[in-house]
């Protein structure tokens, strides 16, 4: 176990090493090599790892090490069946690590939990599918069941969720987005009218100037580095905002080019790099905005204006709000917050003004704070006051998470259905979806865990890890009447069953899937709005007993509601090309769906703020004049210790896929071999009287008497901001409160909780270290 730093480029000769001992690892190696070959092509399969887009370029491999990783951890032949639970009881399998669980391999055959005996048991699929149907018709209330997606779920698989749940007669549909990119969605739909992105992927290649807000491509998207890397070598700026010194966000080698990779050449990813503090983006805009109002009231003493007037005046709503805010925040506030001098705003605001096309992309750094709507809100009065949306090379990129997030939201898994979706729907199935409010994740939580709710369906997903506030969760679990996991690996949310359980083992996206009519394709949308078909390569051993998403949707709802109510369920999983034909007929966008999805790249559904259109109610684009937030470690928190106060940051390392821990390592950032480790500025554990890899315990500051905390983890010196310190999810989701949630979006604050740091005692006794 080790640290040391990482010299070479991010991508190159490691990601080419990487990915040969993730092929082996697999014990799948032949197989595997020709599935990466067919991974983002057409007629091939849609990466499972993230939902970065492609440029359809002929005879090209399309995959990264991280796809390969997905790919390969997915088409394992190991196997988990019922004798493999017959082995190992629940208990014991819940003291072994999140790695060991899922690298047990593929699940293959249905189980119940015993609770008698703490093993799991096979089942037939039969009875499962009964189960589940007479728990919930038990239910006296059809919203004390919880409908949870992970953004693996194809366009088909969550829009048979989304019907056969409504139809039973909730909106309860929690969802990985909510952990996500939720105020994403929010901001944008309040200030441009939908949701999504602008841009699609050939805006970065004449794109001058990009600006990356807290995300980390070289881990979490790698195919984005290469169109990073592009456009500095045409000479575009791509300024990157990060909290951490992030390699791949430096330089790039890649490894599909053999060029650079025998000559050893790469190419930078980024031209700026500025590292604000945990939530200083927001106060890094406002800098970079107040800059630029002054030069343009400059400007128009002199009949001029550095704004795009025309755009402002056609287009905008609220520009005079907004800069009358602008004016009234004080430099002090913007550095302090920031943590970025004046100057260095300065340089970030001469590259915006003097690039005629900019995009502003970001991820979990902006979404997962307290107030993320706000930072998203100041990106898009950036882009207005310049008219930088709507036009070619120019737009907005949240960049997504799971490969499918995107779509399952479009078709349907919304906990706040918009009337017209729910009319559609009436029309097309011809039943009446409940029109109340549903819950979000923290809210179906909340629910179980007071009882409120007592179910829970889980299509995908690793809700127990992936939440916050660990200990709750368990509980809330433990305690509910039955879980349900359709999933393909074992994890933590299996092996803390409720009162009944069970876990239905489905076909991946690398999988054949055969069903009636034959091999059938699934579709998924891109952070582009671009929506491919998917077809898998893997065939299944002959005594496996996985089924696929639909397949399992269709038996609760024959179970549950019947073989004909609203439709003919076993008609839609005997062939594929009968959902879409249903998701035509509800959502906007799909228009001969089946005719154009075998379009090389896929089918755009456009973007309405792109062309100039604003679902607004003001039917313009809004420029929202959010203040700044008082200080990002809540006030009353403050007052509670002495202890000097950090913020924590909680991501991911680069052998992991969210909950999947593929391995220990963390390349990029020189961790080799653990995971148990804090990032901390080398000036504060100087003052903390720490040595690189002392022991450390955190603490959460929270407004009521849980103590969370972690123990024993290794201080690691690092280039973050002083104040700010990071650790890995999901070993640190205890620290974070269920109820610290961002404004509007109730995004758990993953990237922002405040904490203490004492030194690890053996005896456990906590003795607070003062700076
Ligand atoms: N290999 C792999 N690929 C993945 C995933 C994975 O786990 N593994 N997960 C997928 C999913 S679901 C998602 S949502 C995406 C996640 O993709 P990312 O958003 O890149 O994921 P994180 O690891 O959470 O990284 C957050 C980054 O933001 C920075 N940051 C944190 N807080 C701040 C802040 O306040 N300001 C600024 N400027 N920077 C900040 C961190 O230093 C870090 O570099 O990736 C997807 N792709
Ligand atoms: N502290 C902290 N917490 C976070 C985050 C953070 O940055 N910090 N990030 C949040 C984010 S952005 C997200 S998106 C969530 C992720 O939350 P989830 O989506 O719930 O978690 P995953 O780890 O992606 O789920 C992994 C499991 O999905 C199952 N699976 C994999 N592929 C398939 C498939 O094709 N079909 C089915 N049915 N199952 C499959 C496997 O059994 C696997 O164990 O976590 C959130 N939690
Ligand atoms: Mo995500």
């Given amino acids: 176990m080790s640290h040391k730093e990482y010299q070479g480029p991010a991508g190159g000769w490691g990601a080419l ?61 190991r196997r988990v069946d019922g004798n ?149 070598k045409r000479g575009a700026r791509v300024v990157a905002f990060n909290n951490l010194k992030e390699r ?32 200083g983006d927001m106060a890094a805009v406002r800098g970079m905005v107040k800059i630029l109002a002054e030069r343009d009231e400059i400007a128009q003493q002199h009949g001029e204006s550095i704004f795009d007037r025309e755009f402002i005046a056609a287009q905008t709503q609220g520009m005079e709000e907004y800069l009358a805010i602008v004016a009234q925040t004080s430099w002090e506030q913007i550095v302090e917050q920031s943590g970025l001098s004046r100057e260095q705003l300065e340089q970030a605001a001469n590259i915006y003004q003097h690039a005629k096309r900019v995009i502003v992309t970001w991820a979990m750094g902006v979404t997962q704070h307290k107030h993320s709507v706000d930072i998203i809100q100041e990106f898009v009065n950036l882009q207005l006051l310049f008219g930088q949306i709507g036009k070619p090379g120019a737009g907005l990129c949240p960049v997504r998470g799971h490969s499918n997030v995107q779509g399952d939201r479009t078709v349907g898994i919304n906990e706040q259905p918009s009337a017209s979706f729910l009319a559609s729907l009436e029309q097309a199935c011809g039943f009446k979806p409940p029109v109340s409010k549903g819950h979000n994740v923290v809210q179906a939580l909340r629910a179980l865990s007071s009882g409120q709710s007592k179910v829970f369906i889980g299509l995908g997903g690793n809700i127990v890890a992936a939440a916050p506030d660990t200990s709750l969760i368990v509980q809330a679990m433990r305690g509910s009447q039955l879980t349900v996991n359709i999933a393909t690996k074992l994890n933590r949310s299996h092996v803390n069953p409720g009162h009944e359980s069970l876990i239905l083992p489905c076909l991946g996206r690398t999988d054949i899937d055969m069903q009636a009519s034959g091999e059938q394709k699934i579709t998924v949308e891109d952070s582009f709005s671009m929506v491919h078909a998917s077809s898998g390569r893997v065939e299944m051993h002959h005594d496996d007993q996985m089924r696929s998403e639909p397949a399992v949707i269709v038996g609760i709802a024959k179970a549950l509601l019947g073989a004909h109510y609203p439709i003919d369920w076993q008609a839609m999983a005997d062939n594929y090309d009968c959902i879409r034909e249903l998701i035509e007929a509800v959502i906007p966008g799909f228009e001969q769906f089946n005719q154009r999805l075998d379009r090389p790249g896929g089918f755009y559904l456009g973007n309405s703020a792109r062309d100039l259109c604003w679902k607004t109610p003001s039917h313009k684009a809004q420029i929202l004049a959010n203040i700044l937030p008082e200080s990002i470690i809540p006030k009353q928190l403050i007052a509670q210790t002495n202890a000097p106060i950090f913020v924590l940051q909680t991501l991911r390392s680069h052998d992991q896929y969210n909950t999947t821990v593929y391995g220990y390592d963390d390349r990029y950032r020189g961790i080799f071999g653990e995971r148990e480790v804090v990032f901390i500025n080398p000036i504060d554990m100087a003052n903390l009287n720490l040595s690189e890899g002392d022991k450390i315990d955190i603490k959460t500051l929270w407004s009521d008497d849980v103590t969370r905390q972690i123990k024993g983890f290794k201080a690691i010196p690092y280039a973050i901001p002083q104040g700010n310190i990071a650790a890995y999810f999901p070993e640190a989701n205890v620290l974070i409160p269920l109820m610290s949630f961002g404004d509007h979006s109730e995004t758990p604050t993953s990237k922002s909780v405040a904490v203490i740091i004492t030194r690890h005692e053996h005896d456990s006794l906590d003795v607070v270290v003062q700076r």
């Avoid at 983002?40 to 796809?67: L, T």
């Avoid at 969550?158 to 909730?170: D, E, H, I, K």
Wanted: glycine share 6%.
């Fill in 17 to 77: 090493k990487a990915t040969t001992t993730h092929l082996l690892k697999s014990q799948n190696v032949a197989k595997n090599i020709s599935n990466l070959l067919k991974a983002n092509q057409d007629h091939g399969f849609d990466c499972p790892g993230c939902a970065w887009g492609e440029k359809g370029i002929p005879g090209r491999f399309r995959f990264c090490e991280n796809g390969a990783k997905a790919v390969n951890w997915e088409a394992t032949s």
């Fill in 84 to 232: 493999f639970f017959a082995k190992h009881s629940v208990s014991w399998l819940n003291q072994q690590t999140d790695y060991y669980l899922e690298f047990q391999g593929r699940l293959s055959e249905p189980v119940r939990y015993n609770r008698e005996t703490d093993h799991y048991e096979p089942i037939s699929w039969d009875n499962a599918f009964e189960l589940i149907a007479k728990q919930l018709r038990a239910l006296d209330d059809p919203n004390q069941a919880e409908f949870y997606t992970s953004g693996r779920a194809s366009n088909e698989a969550a829009f048979l969720y989304q019907l056969m749940a409504r139809s039973y007669g909730t909106n309860n549909f929690p969802d990985c987005s909510n952990m996500c990119h939720e105020a994403t969605s929010y901001a944008l739909a309040e200030s441009i009218g939908i949701g999504k992105g602008t841009v699609t992927i050939d805006d970065f290649e004449i794109a001058d100037a990009i600006f990356l807000f807290g995300q980390n491509p070289g881990t979490n998207h790698p195919r984005m580095l290469e169109t990073l890397s592009h456009a500095t």
């Fill in 248 to 279: 791949g966000l430096e330089r790039f080698t890649n490894p599909q080019d053999p060029l650079e990779m025998l000559t050893y050449h790469s190419n930078p990813t980024t031209s700026d790099y500025f590292t604000p503090k945990l939530g």
